[in-house]
Nanobody
Framework: QVQLVEAGGGLVQAGASLRLSCAASGRSFSRYLMAWFRQAPGKEREFVAGIWLSTGSTGYTDSVKDRFTISRDNVENTVYLQMNTLKPEDTALYYC?????????????????????WGHGTQVTVSS
């Protein structure tokens, strides 16, 4: 049974940092793209960052590009999202997702529909 389990969310003040983790289990994810999405109340789920586990190639949405870093530990089948200089607008439920779709530009991986597996999310709240 495939599972993606997120951890590391919390309540922090603006300017602080958090590190999210996503532990994947149940199959080999070596050929997967792993991504972080977030969804704020009343808004659509949006792509935050993605990483190919095989190559380490990464992509980010513009609003987090200079503040967030996605990384992976292929031995532990874990993906991380280091979030620095957090802002109140980063407040959301953060989801981990996995996709086998290849050959798309990074803009293609912003589509929720192409992901095969999802975690249940971890809440990040940033106070001003």
């Amino acid at each position: 049974q495939v599972q993606l389990v997120e951890a590391g969310g919390g309540l922090v003040q603006a300017g602080a940092s958090l590190r999210l983790s996503c532990a994947a289990s149940g199959r080999s994810f070596s050929r997967y793209l792993m991504a972080w999405f977030r969804q704020a109340p009343g808004k659509e789920r949006e792509f935050v960052a993605g990483i190919w586990l095989s190559t380490g190639s990464t992509g980010y949405t513009d609003s987090v590009k200079d503040r967030f870093t996605i990384s992976r530990d292929n031995v532990e089948n874990t993906v991380y999202l280091q979030m620095n200089t957090l802002k109140p607008e980063d407040t959301a439920l953060y989801y981990c997702a996995a996709s086998t779709k290849s050959g798309l530009p990074w803009s293609g991986y912003k589509l929720v529909s192409i992901y095969d597996y999802w975690g249940h999310g971890t809440q990040v709240t940033v106070s001003s």
